[in-house]
């Protein structure tokens, strides 16, 4: 069964704002993380939060996590153009499996 | 020099045909892995291996048949292909045993069954 869910499931935003984008997973988690999806490529991993904390910054993302409520949130400020691409939280319930959504797809226009 | 690369990067065929996907990684990991992207970009893992030895088996069909000669390589083998087999395939691989394994992709597979 899909473990992450991301809302909204896509997102269009004017170069420069900011896009936040939402996961909520159902087990508990030892971490959870984001991953980036250009079109027509693999996903790329961009920030790992661990299950004792709270936020974690990256460059111009933020991710918050909420274990109590099972989610996760990601930010990203001053968005470019180069920030177009799907993005996706996954959860690890356990050592050998990692498990995504289906993702947030986010257009930044020029 | 490409961390995880997976050949072919395109693959289409006729349905009942067989079918193979190779996988190899340069990162030393112990863990890889087969994921399926549909169309609506949902992405589900099919299998997990470490060390060569199968961890995980997602309720795939038995058509689907991963094969690692050692630990740096995970190929796919796919029998007497369906159109519903029509999909992105992607290798991965991590370090599992650190307890904080990321993820490193191939760029996909995508194949077409008509």
């Known amino acids: 069964s899909q473990q992450g869910e991301e809302d909204p499931q896509a997102l269009s935003i004017q170069e420069g704002e900011n896009a936040t984008m939402n996961c909520s997973y159902k087990?508990?988690?030892?971490?959870l993380q984001w991953y980036r999806q250009n079109s027509g490529r693999g996903l790329v991993h961009l920030i790992l939060?661990?299950?004792?904390?709270r936020e974690k910054h990256s460059g111009r993302l933020r991710v918050t996590l909420d274990t109590s409520k099972k989610s996760s949130s990601l930010l990203i400020t001053a968005s470019r153009a180069a920030d177009t691409a799907s993005y996706f939280c996954?959860?690890?319930?356990?050592?050998?499996?990692?498990?995504f959504g289906a993702g947030t797809t986010v257009t930044v226009r020029a | 020099d490409t961390a995880v690369s997976q050949t072919p990067k395109y693959l289409v065929t006729q349905m009942g045909n067989d079918k193979s996907i190779k996988c190899e990684q340069n990162?030393?990991?112990?863990?890889m892995y087969w994921y399926k992207q549909d169309s609506k970009k949902f992405l589900k893992i099919m299998f997990s291996?470490?060390?060569?030895?199968?961890?995980i088996n997602e309720t795939v069909p038995n058509r689907f048949s991963p094969k690692s000669p050692d630990k740096a390589h995970l190929n796919l083998h796919i029998n007497s292909l369906e159109l519903g087999d029509s999909a992105v395939y992607f290798c991965?691989?991590?370090?599992?045993?650190?307890?904080?394994?990321?993820?490193?992709f191939g760029q996909g597979t995508r194949l077409t069954v008509v």
């Open positions: 291996y470490n060390n060569k030895e199968l961890i």
């Open positions: 087990t508990s988690i030892n971490n």
């Open positions: 990162l030393g990991h112990d863990t």
């Open positions: 939060i661990r299950s004792n904390e």
């Open positions: 996954a959860t690890d319930p356990n050592d050998y499996k990692l498990s």
């Open positions: 991965a691989s991590s370090q599992a045993s650190t307890g904080a394994a990321v993820a490193f």
